[in-house]
C-alpha cells in the first residue's frame, strides 16, 4: 500500500470518528412544511475498494493485454485475399519504395524495407490501479405528508475525487498522433475518464432527474407524488419498479435497467440492486384487489441501462472502440415501458404473471459508420499508398486521402487503437463476438470499405491475420466505431411459489421455492458479427430460488440461506449471445496475450455455449446476538469455469455507525482451459477489499 | 379505630393453600370475576392489604412514594429479581400510585363488556386446539376466559387479543441503552393488529366474514435510521391455534415484497435490540407452539396499570432515569396489583430456540399480561420485560376511543439480563406527523396491513 492509499484509509477513519461523536441523531420530523408533515433520514457514507489483483480493467487503456507486447505484423496481400503476406511477394504499389526514408511511427520497431511487415509494441503502458473505487455519498430521504398523499424524496450525491490510487488514463497524452481522436463522446474519448458523467449522442444530460460530471453525481432516485386511497396506491414522479422473487438474477425485474456506473454489481451482494437500478419517471398503480391478490400496474419513461464509462476502472467494454448512443437520437427519451403483474397468495402456495412492454434497456450493438474524415496516416508506406489510391483512383480530393471513405466505414485513424491481429482476436473473444464475422459485417455491410480493397475473408485465419494486420500498419491503429440502439420486446412471465413444511427444525422445514419463467419473443441482440440488422430470437428464462433462515444453534440468530439457479436460451447475464462464448485466440508468431484463453493458428471461434446460460448462487448471512455483527458469503458460478464468491461483515457499533468489508474474489479460469468459456472473466480483474463506513441518521 | 378481618397472613395462606391443592380461582375473599360481574369493582374479592400499598406495607410505603434501593427491600416480594436488582443496583425508581379497583379502566370498554356478555360461552374445541364460542364457531369477542382455571386459558385469552381492541395502530420509539448507560440505537416506526374475528368494536362484528379463517393481521415497519427505513413485515395469522403466520416483508434492500420462512421468531427484530417477534405481547406465537402451560404461583405483584399516560409531552413521550447516564429506565408508575397469576410455557415447537421456557404475570383482575421473564436453555434468566397500560386520561385531557378514553400500553423495559442492555419501547402519539397511534380505525387495513401497504411503506 503507497502513501495515497494510506493517507485515504487514515483520512476516512479520521472523518468517520469525527463524524459519529456521541450523538446519536435519529432523522427528524415533527414540523410542518407547506401544511404537511416533514420528515427525513440521511446517510454519508466513504465507500472504497482496495484493488488486490494488480490489473486494471482489460478493457481499459492501461489495461490493455497487448500493452508493451512485442507483436510481428505482417501485412497481407489484397489480390490474394489476404492470405499471403504482401511483402515477400507482392508487387510494390506506388510509394512503397519510401519505405526506407520514413521512420518508424510510434510503437514499431523492426520494419521491413516496404514498411508491409513490422513488430508492433503497443505504445499504452500497463499501469495497474491500487484502488478500484472512493467515493463519499450522501443520500437524504424526505418526506412531506399531506394525510394520504405525500411526496416521497430521495436525493443521492456522490463525489469521486480521482487520484488516490487510481491510474487514469489521458486521451489528451496522445493527441499529437495522427491528430488524436476525433469522433465519440468528448467526455469518454478526449480526455481523462469521466467516473459518473453521462451522456449520450446529441444530449449531455438525457436524465431529467440526474446532474453528473466527471467527478460528481447528484440524482434524485425517487421522486413523486404518493396517493392512497383504500386498496390503491398510485405513485407519480421519478421512480424504481422492483419485481419478481429471484434476487440478483433478474427474471420479472424488467422495468427498469441498471445504473453500474458506482461500483458495477460489486457492492455488497446482500443488497442486490437497491443502489444499481435505475429509476424513470412515470406512473406506478398498486392495487390491493383482494386479500390475496396484488395488481401492480407501471407507465415509465424508458432509461437504458447506464454502463460504465470507458477506461474507468469496472468497464468492460473495449476502449478501443467508440459506442456512439442513439438513445437521444433515436428518441428514446420519448418512449415508454409499460407492465402489468398480478400476484396471489394462497397460504403456501402463491402464484405471479406479468407482462412487460418494453424498450429492452441493455441496447444491441452494431457497427456503424465512424463518420470521421481523417485520411490514413502518410507516415507509412501502406498508409500513404492507400492515400495516394484513394485520391487517384476513387477519387477523393486531393490531400485528404482515404479520409472522406474511412468515414463511411466503421473506423477511425486515432491513437490507442487495435494495432495487431492477435489484439483483435484477443478482444473480440473476451467480449463474446466473432473475430472473423465481425471483420466480415465491418466489410460486408460498408460498401466504403469495399472500395480499400477490404474482403470478407470468410474463416481463413490466414486471410483474417493478413487483413486486419495490413490496415493497421496502415492506419498505425485504428478505432472501430459502434452503435447502441434500443429495441421494444414484450416480456411475459409467470411464476410459482411454495412453502414447505417438514419436521420442526429440520432443513427442509419452511423452505421456501419459486420458480419464474419468462419468454420474450423476438428478442434483439447484439449479433455476434455486430451486423446491422442484429440478431433476433426468442429467449427464455428460467430461475429457481429456495430460501430458507435455519437456526444451527440457540446462541445464534437463524441464519439466512439462498440457492439460485438460472437458466438463459440464448443470452448471457448481460445479454451477450450465448453464441460468442468460447473463442480462442490467434497468432502465427506464439503470442498469447491471455493466459487463459488457448490461443493457436486455427483458432475455434464461437462454438457457443450448448445448454445455454447456467447460472448458480448460493449466499447466506449469518448474524450474531443482538445482529451488533453481521457474517455473510454470496457466491456466482458459472459452471463453465468461473467464481465470484464475496465473504463480508458487517459492524454495528451503534445506532448512527455502519461498517461494511467485504472481499471480490473474482476468478474467470477456475477451471476449464479457456477464460472465455465464462462470464466471469469479463470482471476477472476485480479482486478487491471493500470497505464501507457509514453514518446514518 | 379499624378492625383487621383478614390479617397480613391470610391472603399469602390463601395462595399457598390453593396452590398445595391444585385449584385455582381467581381472588381471595371471592371469586375476582363474581366481584367484577356484580359491581365492576374487584374490592370485594379482596382484603385490605392486597388493595393498597400502604396496606401490604403496614404504611411503610404509602401512594404517592418511590421505592428505590433504600426501601425496596420492603416489596422484594413484589417483584420479579430483574427489577428488584436494577432498583437495588442501577438506581432504577418505581413511583407508587392508588390499585385501581374499577375494572372498567384496566382494559377497553368494549372489551370488558363483550367479556361480561359472552361470559361461559368460551371453550376449546373437541380436539383441545382452537378456542370457540358455545355453536363451535370461532371465538366472538371480549375474553374467553375470565376466571382462568389453568395456564393455557390465560395464555389462549392472551393469544386471541393482543392489545384488547378490534384494531390498533401503535406509533413506536425504541431505545436500546448500552451497560455503560448510554443509547446505543434508536429505531422509530409503527405496529399494527387489526384482528378478523370476535370484534367487539368495528363492523362487521364478531367476524370479518371474509377473514373469518383468520385470527389477525399483524405488521410492523420502521422509518428510522435510513438504513431501516421501509423494512416492513406483516403477519397473516390462521385461526387454527397451531398454524404459523404467513410472513411477508419487505426488506429495504430488495425493494419489493417477500415472502418470508415464518418459524424463526427468536430472531432480533433489529441490531441492538434482543426484541424477537415471539415476545410480543408475551405470546407472539400460535398457542399451541408452545406447551406444558402450568400455573407456577400467585401473589401481589406491583406493576403499571395506570396513571401511565404522559398527557404533558405532546407526542406522549417519556421521561428517563437511572443507570450510568440516567437515561435506561422509563419513569415509571406502579400499583400493587392484588394478584397476580404466574405461568410457566415452554417453546416446544423451536427445537433451537434460544429459550427453555418463559415465565409470564397475568394481573388476576384482568388477565393482562404484567411482566415476563425467558429463560435461556440452561435454565438461567435472559430477559425480563416490565411495561405500562394506561388510561389515556388525566385531569381535563383525555385521548377518546369512541366514547370512551383510550386504554393501552404506554411503554415497555426490555432487560438482557446476561448482557446488562435494556431496551426501552414506548408508544407515541404519531410518528412523522403521518403514522398516529389509536385504536378501531378500520381504514389501518389498507394503511398498514396488506401487500399493497408494506410496498408503499417499503424503502425508495
Known sequence: MNWRIRGAVVGTITVLAAGSGNALAGGGAGFQFLGGDVSYNGLLRLETAINTTGKAAYANQYGDEANGVAIPRSAGNPLTNWSTPLDPTGPLPLGFALGAVLPPTAGVSNQSLTTASDVITRYVPKEDPDINYHVLRAELQGTIAWGNISLITRIRALYDPGALGYRDFDYDAYKDINGGITGGLPNQFHHKPSYFGYQVNGDKHPLLFERSGSNYQVDLPAFFLQYQIGSLTARLGNQTVAWGQLLFFRTFDTANGLDVRRHLILNRAVEEYADVRESAPGLRLTYQATDQIVVDVFAQQFIPTILNNVNTPYNIVPSQFTIEDRYFTEGGEHHFNTGIKIKGDYGKFDVEAMYTHRYNPLGAIRWAQSGVNKPLPNSNVLGLAFNNYCQAVLGTPIGSGCGPILAKTPFEVAPAGVFSAEEWFNYAGYIKLDSYDGLNKAVDDFPAAQQLLAQDIGHDPRAANGELNAFFIAGEGLRGHIERTYHQEDVFGISGGYVLDAEPGSILDQLITHVDVTYTPNRTFTAVDLRKEFDKRDEIQVGLVSEKYQRFSSDFPATYLVFQYLWQKNSDLLGLLNDGYGSENLSFNGIKLDKHVPTNTNPKINPGREFGSNYVVFAFVQPFPAYIYEVSAAALIDPYGGVLVQPGIQWKPQGNITVNAFYNYVNGHAWGNNANDNTVHLIDFANEVGLRLGYQF | ?460
Open chain 2, 1 to 460: 379505630m379499624r378492625l383487621i378481618k383478614y390479617d397480613r397472613g391470610y391472603s399469602r395462606r390463601h395462595f399457598l393453600k390453593q396452590a398445595a391443592g391444585g385449584t385455582f380461582c381467581a381472588g381471595v375473599l371471592m371469586p375476582t370475576w363474581d366481584a367484577i360481574a356484580a359491581t365492576g369493582d374487584i374490592s370485594k374479592a379482596y382484603p385490605d392489604e392486597l388493595l393498597s400499598i400502604e396496606g401490604y406495607t403496614r404504611g411503610k410505603i404509602k401512594t404517592g412514594d418511590e421505592i428505590n434501593a433504600s426501601n425496596v427491600e420492603l416489596v422484594k416480594d413484589l417483584l420479579e429479581p430483574v427489577r428488584y436488582e436494577q432498583i437495588l443496583k442501577m438506581g432504577r425508581k418505581l413511583k407508587i400510585v392508588k390499585t385501581t379497583t374499577d375494572v372498567m379502566r384496566l382494559s377497553p370498554w368494549e372489551y370488558i363488556e363483550a367479556t361480561l356478555k359472552n361470559s361461559g360461552k368460551g371453550r376449546f374445541d373437541a380436539q383441545g386446539n382452537n378456542v370457540v364460542s358455545d355453536d363451535g364457531q370461532p371465538w366472538i369477542g371480549g375474553n374467553p376466559f375470565p376466571n382462568p382455571k389453568n395456564g393455557i386459558e390465560l395464555f389462549a385469552a392472551q393469544t386471541l387479543s393482543w392489545g384488547r381492541h378490534d384494531a390498533s395502530f401503535y406509533a413506536l420509539k425504541i431505545c436500546d441503552v448500552a451497560v455503560d448507560g448510554e443509547p446505543r440505537f434508536f429505531y422509530e416506526g409503527g405496529w399494527a393488529e387489526l384482528a378478523t374475528v370476535g370484534r367487539v368494536s368495528m363492523n362487521p362484528k364478531p367476524y370479518w366474514p371474509e377473514n373469518k379463517d383468520k385470527l389477525r393481521f399483524q405488521s410492523v415497519f420502521f422509518t428510522s435510521p435510513q438504513q431501516f427505513r421501509g423494512t416492513s413485515f406483516l403477519n397473516i395469522w390462521p385461526y387454527d391455534h397451531s398454524k404459523f403466520p404467513l410472513l411477508y416483508g419487505y426488506v429495504a434492500d430488495f425493494r419489493r415484497v417477500r415472502q418470508f420462512p415464518t418459524d424463526q421468531r427468536f430472531e432480533p427484530l433489529l441490531p441492538g435490540t434482543t426484541l424477537f417477534l415471539s415476545d410480543a405481547w408475551a405470546a407472539g406465537d400460535p398457542l399451541h407452539t408452545w406447551s406444558n402451560y402450568k400455573i407456577v404461583g400467585r401473589g401481589p405483584f406491583l406493576a403499571g396499570l395506570s396513571d401511565s399516560w404522559n398527557a404533558d409531552h405532546p407526542n406522549w413521550e417519556h421521561d428517563t432515569h437511572g443507570g450510568p447516564k440516567g437515561k435506561t429506565f422509563w419513569n415509571s408508575n406502579v400499583e400493587l396489583i392484588p394478584e397476580a397469576i404466574m405461568v410457566e410455557a415452554e417453546p416446544t415447537a423451536f427445537p433451537r430456540a434460544p429459550i427453555s421456557k418463559k415465565r409470564v404475570w397475568f394481573d388476576a383482575r384482568n388477565q393482562v399480561v404484567v411482566g415476563m421473564v425467558t429463560y435461556d436453555r440452561n435454565g438461567a434468566p435472559y430477559r425480563s420485560f416490565d411495561g405500562a397500560y394506561t388510561l389515556y386520561e388525566k385531569g381535563d385531557k383525555k385521548v377518546m376511543d369512541g366514547k370512551h378514553p383510550y386504554w393501552s400500553w404506554a411503554h415497555v423495559t426490555a432487560s438482557d439480563i446476561q448482557t446488562g442492555r435494556v431496551t426501552r419501547l414506548q408508544q407515541v402519539q404519531n410518528i412523522e406527523g403521518s403514522y398516529v397511534s389509536g385504536a378501531n380505525d378500520p381504514t389501518i387495513y389498507d394503511k398498514y396491513l396488506t401487500q399493497a401497504a408494506l410496498q408503499r411503506l417499503g424503502a425508495v
